[in-house]
């Protein structure tokens, strides 16, 4: 079982910016990909972006593109999502996952993080 614990959140003014780190711990670590997605109130939670932990390829939402950077440091275990440029309608509670394979769900989700943007 992985454990995997979100944090960074707060709230900041549009434009401003906020990292937020997913730190992943348990008895045996090992995923192709870690996750980073949002929900909103009343909406469905949806992707913001994904990275390998071996390569590092990386996938955006074209919502957060341009404005989002997501990194992974293997040796800490940790995915960091960095949110520049933000805007009110990024509001939400952030959740990371791990997908242990290819092809695979997303497992091990975290508690999630609120980021507040007040416009």
């Known amino acids: 079982q992985v454990q995997l614990v979100e944090s960074g959140g707060g709230l900041v003014q549009a434009g401003g910016s906020l990292r937020l780190s997913c730190v992943a711990s348990g008895r045996t670590f090992s995923s192709h990909r870690m996750g980073w997605f949002r929900q909103a109130p009343g909406k469905e939670r949806e992707f913001v972006a994904s990275?390998?932990?071996?390569?590092?390829?990386?996938e955006y939402a074209d919502s957060v593109k341009g404005r989002f950077i997501i990194s992974r440091d293997n040796a800490k275990n940790t995915a960091y999502l960095q949110m520049n440029s933000l805007k009110p309608e990024d509001t939400a509670v952030y959740f990371c996952?791990?997908?242990?394979?290819?092809?695979?769900?997303?497992?091990?989700w975290g508690q999630g993080t609120q980021v507040t943007v007040s416009s």
């Open positions: 996952a791990r997908q242990p394979g290819v092809g695979l769900s997303y497992v091990d």
């Open positions: 990275i390998t932990w071996r390569v590092g390829i990386t």
